[in-house]
């Protein structure tokens, strides 16, 4: 495993589409492995591909809950419901927090380290983390969505 480098904004590959993956080999099990190390060293709750650098659709995401460390490949929000508005950062744009409103309640579907799909619902913290990473995926970056840039006394 290694930890590799968080793309910052202004970096175009933050605003590009991510390719499907079509075979889940080695070299996805070490993206994984390599982005899990990466965000538990940067402090995160989620990181998505693009965001080392890598243009497939890999994320994961770990809200410190009893669902740990979720792994997703090729993730497809099928259901939401709901509205919530809070806070919300981006390791590639570090520091800076603004309002976006999210689903409150989400599912996705996508499929794990061995190729299983599966479905996975959450609420709160971990429906606002997946809009988030799956949004990278498509190049599409939290700024685009905030009502309300915060200052440092609110965040």
Known sequence: MAIRNIVKVG???????CRTVEKI???????????????EKAGGVGLAAPQVGVLRRVVIIDVGDENGLIELINPEIISSSGEQTDAEGCLSYPGKFGEVTRPNVVTVRAADRDGNIR????EGLL???????CDHLDGK????LVTRWLDDEEQ
């Open 11 to 17: 970096d175009s590959i933050l605003t590009k589409k």
């Open 25 to 39: 080999d080695g070299r996805i099990l070490t993206l994984l492995d390599d982005m899990a190390e990466t965000l």
């Open 119 to 122: 479905e996975i619902t959450g």
């Open 127 to 133: 429906a606002r983390a997946i809009c988030h990473e």
């Open 141 to 144: 970056m939290f700024m685009e």
